[in-house]
């Protein structure tokens, strides 16, 4: 089975500085896909960036960007430039792609931002 | 469009009765997941439906069951409620079934006494 792995519980950031999540997973697989949602305390879910397993090019989406190793099974997000609307919670997630829809969560790290 | 709309918001049930969540998903989509959130097991998957018919189910007694209608409308059903089940259920839809994006809708608390 899938296991999705994220080690720090709560990471702080100055604002306007910069922060890392990491995580790692585990799969046999060679076709996923692997994601970073992002969860404020209004509790729903937001897709942050999303990577493909067979694109070497890590993506990048404004202020978030990613590190895919593949080989290392790690995956890590990076916040430039933080702001005081990134505090939340950050969930890992993978997803096998002849799995359906079907998500597997790391257990989430808690970004706060400080002014 | 509208985004996923998950109803009702809250609820509060007691032990032994059952309970139905809805979610509707963004038009045209027609993949609806289920996924209970708790402080303690985190986020686990529940089940997908996909044309109505269920496509994957997690680790979850029989107790917990969905159905999904021809408007891909999704309700999912707990019966028997225990305590443990307080949580929050997220709905998430997607156009097809393999697609790679999910759109969660805000989530419905369920509180069991």
């Known amino acids: 089975a899938q296991t999705v792995t994220q080690s720090q519980p709560e990471m702080s950031v100055q604002e306007a500085e910069t922060v890392t999540l990491s995580c790692t997973y585990d799969t046999s697989e060679s076709d996923y896909y692997l994601f970073w949602y992002k969860q404020p305390p209004s509790r729903q879910m937001i897709l942050v960036i999303r990577?493909?397993?067979?694109?070497?090019q890590n993506a990048t989406e404004n202020r978030f960007s990613v590190n895919f190793q593949k080989a290392a099974k790690s995956f890590s997000l990076k916040i430039s430039d933080s702001q005081l609307g990134d505090a939340a919670m950050y969930f890992c997630a993978y997803r096998k792609r002849a799995a359906g829809n079907k998500l597997t969560f790391g257990g989430g790290t808690r970004v706060l931002v400080k002014p | 469009k509208a985004g996923v709309t998950q109803t009702p918001r809250y609820l509060i049930k007691t032990r032994g009765q059952q309970v139905t969540l809805s979610c509707s998903p963004i038009?045209?989509?027609?993949?609806v997941s289920w996924y209970q959130q708790t402080p303690g097991q985190g986020l686990q998957f529940l089940f997908e439906y996909f044309s109505e018919t269920q496509r994957n189910k997690g680790n979850f007694p029989g107790r917990f069951s969905g159905r999904q209608f021809s408007n891909s409308r999704s309700e999912m059903n707990v019966s028997t409620l225990e305590l443990g089940d307080s949580a929050l259920y997220l709905c998430a839809s997607s156009s097809g079934l393999y697609t790679d994006t999910q759109y969660f809708g805000p989530g419905t608390r369920l509180t069991v006494l």
């Open positions: 990577q493909e397993a067979y694109k070497q």
């Open positions: 038009s045209g989509h027609r993949s």
